[in-house]
């Protein structure tokens, strides 16, 4: 068997289309050479495979974003990233943005489209206040049921299938309000609501990685590999990668309290986070992957390293599955 | 996973019903602290919340730690929000003192769309209620174009067919009506806000070889800002979209009275009879009014 007769298809690789870049990103120059041989020693020059866009950014009726998402899709395959959906919420998913995400998503026919697990607005006091923010959710039936309703609303209007991405939380809902108790684990939680609402997993490796962080885990990379083990493979339709900021103490009473790392995608893709990608592309092969970076964003040419990174680690790993397999057939 | 394992989405009405209204509350309560709000407790909350206080202090601090980072987060993105919508106050009254207005106007004004593009709009009256800003008694209406240029600049296309014009010479005038461009405006000032958006804007003005025009315009503007309070009316500003950026100039009273009545949906007829009265010339305003791209079409 050769690398072309593999079972394994390689991964396709994208990142995260922010504002600063969409000069960089559409230019027709190409990146300059040293920079591509600087980042990759098989002097091999990567295209970026796809591009993943905020669909909120593209909700505005008419002007300049609209041309924008135009020439966009115009030179990339499209993965659209929704955030205002907020499909945990026990409110009902507003029609007006729900109208929008599907005029969007028919209009730019994307490779991909996505959500996240969580909530972000409530009514209180007679008013709905959105947080604008990706708040987390119980994992008990009575949310499972309201989200799995919710995507199917959603899925419904769009007329395929969404990927769910896993959340990176800063509060535990029973620790806030005591009788919001969990009775599942987040990946049963996620199993279950694949199973129910027919949609897929965005797995976002940050996000796990930052939650054991943060509840201070041993070995937390040990803890999240056992974890993917229960995710089927058919479920992961997209990996996330990112970096995050480390949180220098300012204080003896900061280091006293819980320091928190925060999800700010705003530094290389961490090493934990590489180390992570090529033990889940192993569980869930060709899984299509995208690199973000969204805050004291680099150069386009930084970041397109980034997923150059990534591209040969997918490369890898197909390459000794290939290889156990010829192994096995000898 | 053991298939019989697997949480189904099945239970009981009464367990049910309570999971529905603690996920409420929670809910409820995130939202309602993250905008440092107090929203009313359940009592069978309030009777676990001061359980858990009086006996687990570590939780609180892991509840506090989470909080501060979603109120960071929310407020930082406020004012992210806020100086892209209003860029000129931004820049005139500078980022710290911006970011101190924006803090104020995100606890005052709740948040209420999913879109933070949408948030602002109550901008322009609040900065008249705040004391520390009186020494710019200008801001407000230049909060109130930065919103309307930010609002225009969202507005739906159009699509610009001069070829429609020929139907002014066969058509019926009384039933046709000039499409106006999107977002097409009037505002009125008192103060010079186009002065102080060129200002902030103009890259000359920001440059070395600008230092003597803007000076210069300083001097204008400040000049224009003491007689503020002298004239008899405000001047009118039409805004319009003709391209992707917002266009804005100063017209006269019997200029803004002819978009007026564009705007209106007036007939073609309506609106060739109000130029006449004000004695504009006719060809010369539909050449400029085609060019200028304040009319796409006639339909």
Known sequence: ?330 | MNKSDKPAIHSSGDEENNQVNANQDYQRQLIAKIFNMHPPYSQKQAIETAERIQFDASIQVNIQTGLNVYTNNFIENGIRALSITFPTVEGLIGEDSFRMLSRKLLRHEAKASFDWAEYGITLPTFIEGQEALETYPFLSEVAQLDWAIHDVQRQADKEFAPSTLASLETGDTDLLCFTAAPGLQLLTFWFPVVDLYQLIHDPYLQSEEGILARKELLKNVTESIHNAINIATPRSLVLWRAEYKAQFEYVSDAEADVIQKINAQASVNAVIDTIGTHNIDLVEWLSKAISNKLIFAVA
């Open chain 1, 1 to 330: 068997m050769n690398s072309k007769s593999n079972t394994k298809p390689n991964s396709l690789i994208g990142v995260g289309l922010r504002h600063s870049h969409y000069a960089a990103a559409l230019s027709k120059q190409p990146l300059a050479d040293e920079v591509l041989n600087s980042i990759n020693e098989n002097g091999k020059k990567y295209n970026i495979d796809f591009v993943e866009v905020h669909a909120e950014n593209f909700f505005a009726a008419g002007g300049v974003t609209q041309s924008l998402l135009h020439d966009i899709a115009q030179a990339y395959p499209l993965s659209l990233h929704g955030t205002s959906l907020g499909l945990g919420s026990t409110l009902s998913v507003p029609i007006d943005i729900l109208q929008q995400f599907t005029k969007l998503v028919k209009r730019t026919q994307p490779l991909l489209v996505s959500e996240h697990l969580c909530f972000n607005r409530a009514q209180v006091n007679g008013d709905i206040l959105h947080s604008g923010d990706l708040l987390p959710i119980p994992y008990n039936t009575k949310s499972l049921r309201t989200i799995v309703t919710h995507i199917q609303q959603v899925q419904d209007s769009i007329q395929r299938p969404l990927l769910i991405e896993n959340l990176s939380a800063y509060i535990t809902p029973s620790e806030l309000v005591a009788h919001t108790k969990d009775d599942m684990s987040e990946f049963e939680f996620l199993v279950s609501m694949c199973e129910s609402a027919g949609c897929g997993i965005l797995l976002d490796l940050n996000n796990l990685i930052i939650n054991e962080l943060n509840r201070k885990t041993p070995d937390p990379l040990a803890v999240i590999e056992k974890r993917l083990q229960a995710l089927p493979a058919h479920m992961v339709g997209e990996i996330h990668l990112a970096g995050y900021t480390d949180q220098l103490p300012a204080s003896d009473e900061d280091i006293k309290q819980t320091s928190f790392i925060i999800d700010d995608h705003g530094a290389p893709v961490s090493e934990q986070c590489w180390q992570l990608y090529q033990y889940a592309l192993q569980q869930f092969p060709g899984t299509p992957t995208l690199v973000e970076w969204d805050t004291k964003i680099p150069a386009w040419p930084v970041l397109v390293n980034e997923a150059n990174k990534a591209r040969l680690i997918a490369e890898a790993v197909v390459a000794t599955a290939d290889e156990s397999s010829l192994a096995s057939h000898s």
